[in-house]
């Protein structure tokens, strides 16, 4: 069974520069988890979507960012625009239902310039 | 809001000696503990979880115990080896539905 994929695995770009990172979980998994994680510290939840509807938004920073799981199954996860402190490691995690052991990607390294 | 302090922040452990982490948490509805294990540059994994109707769990080497009177949980790795070198966090699934992670312990295994 393959697991999460996430790409790009790393990005550089210039700060006020739009980003976009994708996840495909694993299949079946109707849960889909984004996660931030700073260089040291724990995964810190963005967004989490039961199918196609995100379910808890309530750390996304809506200015600048997004997230859509149109038909339920890939994830993209936007930011516009970058800013120095959104380096760090996007963590993509599915999981078969909300109360079921989460499964990470490898992740997408930001460093913004 | 919720969240889960982590102790020690780093462990060194001569090989084959034993190594604990402990973790506590505030929201007392919470009811499912996980345990993940991240080597650098790696995903983090799962090695081990408990849920609240139980207060030990082990599985080889690695054991959880869990004191919900208390709010706290710990990780209890023996015979420790190199390759249980890594950045472990703990977890607290809490009563909004929300994995909540402690800041993580650095564990290195001297040979």
């Known amino acids: 069974e393959a697991g999460v994929v996430q790409s790009p695995r790393y990005k550089i770009i210039e700060k006020k520069q739009p980003v976009a990172f994708w996840c495909n979980p694993i299949?079946?998994?109707?849960?889909l988890y984004w996660y931030l994680q700073n260089l040291g510290q724990g995964p810190e939840l963005l967004i989490r979507y039961e199918n196609e509807e995100a379910v808890d938004d309530s750390q996304l920073p809506k200015d600048r960012f997004s997230a859509e799981r149109l038909k339920g199954v890939d994830s993209t996860l936007k930011i516009q625009p970058a800013e120095l402190g959104d380096s760090a490691v996007y963590l993509c995690?599915?999981?078969?239902?909300?109360?079921?052991?989460?499964?990470f990607g490898p992740g997408t390294r930001l460093t913004v310039l | 809001g919720e969240n889960v302090e982590q102790h020690p922040s780093t462990l060194s452990v001569q090989e084959g000696d034993s190594a604990v982490i402990k973790c506590t948490y505030s929201d007392s509805a919470s009811n499912y503990f996980p345990w993940y294990k991240q080597e650098l540059g790696k995903r983090p994994q799962l090695i081990i979880d408990?849920?609240?109707?139980?207060g030990e769990k082990k599985d080889q080497r690695i054991a959880v115990t869990l004191n919900k009177t208390a709010k706290h949980f710990s990780l209890h790795i023996t015979e420790t080896q190199p390759e249980d070198s890594a950045v472990y966090f703990c977890?607290?699934?809490?009563?909004?539905?929300?994995?909540?992670f402690g800041s993580g312990t650095r564990l290195l295994v001297r040979p």
């Open positions: 995690a599915s999981s078969h239902g909300q109360y079921n052991e989460q499964f």
């Open positions: 299949s079946g998994h109707n849960t």
């Open positions: 977890a607290e699934f809490d009563s909004s539905y929300k994995l909540i």
């Open positions: 408990i849920r609240s109707n139980v």
